[in-house]
């Protein structure tokens, strides 16, 4: 009796579970897909999509005669992620499902079908699996609602068929890619004879082995141009894929640049952000160029290009700052690696530059460890009215950058007091695939509109707190937004007021809050005979080897100029003793106090143009805005409502949201796991039951 009501129960599961299937033929009816990546180092396993307007077509070609699937998971892994399931069955039948996994077990049919099977075929050598799903199945229990974020598709396959829709083996590889589903795929074009190219590379760095970073600047001049001349792209040439992080080829903006930077290109470079950095370098901070791991490189739109050369509205000399990451500490890393830009004299109609938005990089940007943390920047409506035109600028792509603890970076942009669609926004950012986005509609920047820059970050896995610098093991937060017409504008960043940070931890006065930040000394003056000096002392020393001990720069020195003087108890503690103290990070209430604050305090904005020296006014002092914040709403699963919809926020608000979040923040990484994996559905629980019987049963016999 026990035996046949399971065998009633099994198949009552598997009626409700099982998705669609369909005969396959030799081949699938054409379809153009427009991106296609490789998703395995071997090669084995291929995926193909279109996104279109309400759903995405995904094709997938795998080299096996087994299962195949196809997912999308928050962070790669396989628990809580969002699965199809297929393969092509002894008779040529084709099984595909989707499903989901609670663990790192065989996935579970949904009871919500929400993939269209279009067809499928098992040849010699593949298995092959077309179909297509919505952005938005309104399963949000078990299915991705699957957006512009970043998207980590994880895959697997096995070289056998299932025996059942729940009987199989585990698969014989998987893996993880990171993807933008949404975005224009990389296509390096065909170019014209009109096209030429201009490399800028490192001469043959060594890597320090006895520091897990180097940031490595050298200067270059562009080519001599007897016309204008744009660059209209780049691709990245990397020979250590795994040292080299990121790149940025910056513009050097100073009068009578001659002067100041053909010495420097008499040098093999120097490393940045030292006491030995050449201060006339820090004029150089106007991008043109911000790749990162995971790009592939940029095209810039038909109708925009970066002037090279003064004459031209560009710049002469260039920086370019190179991030060597050496977590391991290997010697004997010699690196080359540059961009190859693309430049043609056929000029585009819009000159373009570049505006960075965001935290400015200083250890005033603190991460606790032990929890998730959200960090908040400022530019007001002062420094775009007076850098850009009365028309405004127009972003055509952008590149969203923080480190190893960022989990999502949103800008948002505020108009006449009420906030605009968000257009750059991760909530999935993957520090491994930072590829640019490219819009298919471009965003404006008119004068008097604000923004601000939010990153989240989770430290749970830190035992010690995190600050804002260049390390790999510091973080940032920073919009690298591309747009045309060229203006004067190019940083835009904000930190919290030092007394924010300083009375969140119980100092009620101090002797001193100053600060060395490259931020806050703008205004540089040149010491030429002491630069003249520079160069020489570099020509007689010996080519960098790596052998002499990288300089380590502890930014968080700055701290010791901030001593207590009240209250009794800290008297004439310094801030560097207390971010040290590891009881510091304990102090509960202290870091909900530096939370609230820093989200929702006075910020100093500062406001530079592209020889990175001040506006007039700035930095200046920016309380947290009014506005009316937009509320998206998902329309698609609930038709009473409209897309979005505008709510008031304020100071008020966000201290109220930061207290009402404070539960979910603490909870620890397994808890929350354990929590989703109890909101099964009803036909989960039962199969599992089933199972359990089952397994019962067969031992007893």
């Known amino acids: 009796m026990g035996t046949m009501m399971l065998i009633y129960l099994v198949s009552t599961v598997l009626t409700l579970g099982i998705g669609a299937s369909a005969l396959p033929g030799e081949r699938l009816p054409p379809f153009a897909f427009q991106h296609a990546a490789m998703l395995d180092q071997r090669g084995h396993f291929h995926m193909l999509w279109t996104p279109r307007e309400k759903d995405i077509a995904i094709e997938i070609q795998v080299a096996t005669h087994g299962y195949v699937g196809l997912g999308f998971s928050s962070n790669g892994g396989m628990k809580g992620s969002d699965i199809v399931l297929g393969w092509v069955d002894t008779d040529g039948k084709l099984h595909a499902h989707d499903r989901h996994a609670i663990g790192n077990m065989i996935p579970l049919i949904d009871d919500s079908q929400d993939i269209e099977v279009l067809g499928g075929y098992e040849n010699e050598t593949h298995t092959v699996l ?6 938005n199945t309104c399963d949000k229990e078990h299915d991705f609602h699957l957006t512009s974020d970043t998207i980590r598709v994880i895959w697997a396959y096995s070289y056998d068929d299932p025996v059942t829709e729940y009987a199989m083996t585990k698969h014989d590889h998987r893996g993880t890619k990171s993807i933008f589903l949404q975005e224009p795929h990389f296509d390096l074009p065909t170019f014209g004879d009109d096209v030429f190219t201009w490399e800028v590379r490192m001469n043959n760095v060594s890597v320090s082995g006895e520091v897990d970073t180097v940031y490595w600047c050298q200067m270059f001049k562009a080519p001599p141009l007897e016309r204008k001349t744009h660059v209209i792209g780049y691709v990245p040439i990397i020979e250590h894929i795994e040292n080299v992080h990121h790149m940025l080829l910056y513009e ?10 053909e010495k420097w290109l008499e040098v093999e470079g120097q490393q940045c952000f030292t006491p030995n950095m050449p201060l006339s370098w820090a004029n150089c901070r106007s991008p043109i160029v911000a790749w990162a791991v995971g790009s592939e490189g940029e095209i ?30 290997r010697q004997g890393i010699v690196d080359s690696s540059g961009l190859r830009l693309f430049l043609t004299e056929t000029l585009r109609e819009h000159d373009a530059g570049f505006l960075v938005l965001g935290h400015a990089v200083e250890p005033t940007h603190i991460i606790p460890p032990e929890r998730q943390w959200k960090s908040v920047s400022h530019c007001d409506g002062g420094c775009i009215t007076q850098s850009v035109p009365a028309e405004g600028i127009h972003v055509f792509q952008g590149l969203l950058h923080t480190h190893l603890l960022g989990n999502d970076i949103t800008v948002r942009q505020i108009r006449n007091g009420r906030e605009l669609p968000v257009v750059f926004q991760d909530m999935n950012y993957d520090f491994n695939y930072q590829q640019a986005r490219v819009l298919s509609e471009e965003m404006t920047i008119l004068p008097g509109d604000s923004f601000l820059t939010e990153c989240g970050y989770d430290s749970r896995g830190k035992k010690a707190p995190t600050f804002g610098g260049e390390s790999t093991q510091e973080e940032m937060c920073l919009a690298f937004l591309a747009y045309y017409p060229r203006s004067k504008v190019s940083w835009c960043v904000s930190t919290p007021e030092i007394s924010i940070i300083y009375n969140s931890f119980g100092i009620e006065e101090v002797y001193d809050d100053g600060r060395n930040s490259i931020h806050r000394n703008a205004n540089y003056k040149h010491d030429e005979e002491r630069e003249k000096k520079m160069v020489e002392e570099m020509k007689k020393k010996a080519e960098w080897d790596g052998k002499q001990k990288a300089i380590t720069v502890d930014f968080t020195k700055m701290y010791k100029d901030i001593v207590a003087k009240a209250p009794k108890e800290l008297y004439n503690v310094s801030m560097y003793d207390l971010i040290h103290d590891p009881k510091t990070w304990q102090d509960e209430q202290a870091l909900d106090a530096l939370q609230e604050r820093v989200v929702s305090g006075k910020h100093e904005i500062f406001c530079t143009d592209k020889s990175h020296n001040l506006f007039e006014g700035y930095p200046r002092t920016y309380e947290y805005p009014d506005f009316l914040a937009i509320k998206l709403l998902d329309e698609e699963c609930d038709v009473s409502h409209e897309a979005e919809a505008y709510v008031p926020e304020t100071k008020q608000d ?48």
């Not at 810039?300 to 391991?328: I, Q, S």
């Open 130 to 135: 077309r179909f297509a799903r919505p952005w």
């Open 252 to 261: 050097c903006h100073v009068p009578e640049s001659e002067k100041h930077y």
């Open 300 to 329: 810039m739109p038909d109708h925009v290009g970066f002037p090279l050369r003064e004459e031209h509205g560009g710049a002469t000399y260039f920086m370019m700052e190179m991030h060597y990451d050496n977590p391991n500490f």
């Open 654 to 701: 966000q201290e109220r949201n930061q207290e009402e979040e404070k539960p979910k923040s603490e909870i620890p990484k397994e808890e929350a796991n354990s929590a989703t994996s109890m909101a099964m559905s009803t036909s989960t629980i039962i199969l599992l039951v089933c199972l359990c019987v089952f397994r019962r049963e067969f031992i007893s016999k």
